[in-house]
């Protein structure tokens, strides 16, 4: 079963950056597309950026231009890239996958979360 860990949360001045990092363990037939996601105090979560396993990437209109996904296939880690930090970015960030378990079926992973704070 896989498992994701967030990790490079924190405290930043608007303007500031942070990298976030997602690490897999486990074990899974494949894990398909990966994702970022966050969710403020009161608000459903939304997807931030998304990655392929081929690099296709997508992203929300409210960070394109800030924010950079990347993805490493041999360590199975996706990357979020945040610059010109404002504080409408405040939340708390999910990493998310597509697997394919071992037996075949499809599932949903999410991560345990990573708070981003961003500060005025």
């Known amino acids: 079963q896989v498992q994701l860990v967030e990790s490079g949360g924190g405290l930043v001045q608007a303007g500031g950056s942070l990298r976030l990092s997602c690490d897999s363990s486990?074990?899974?037939?494949?894990?398909?597309?990966m994702a970022w996601y966050r969710q403020a105090p009161g608000k459903q979560r939304d997807l931030v950026a998304g990655i392929r396993s081929g690099g296709d990437t997508n992203y929300a209109d409210s960070v394109k231009g800030r924010f950079t996904i990347h993805r490493d296939n041999a360590k199975n880690s996706i990357y979020l890239q945040m610059n010109s930090l404002k504080p409408d970015d405040t939340a708390v960030y999910y990493c998310n996958a597509d697997v394919t378990n071992l037996g075949g079926r499809r599932d949903a992973v999410w991560g345990q979360g990573t708070q981003v704070t961003v500060s005025s």
């Open positions: 486990g074990v899974a037939f494949s894990i398909n597309n």
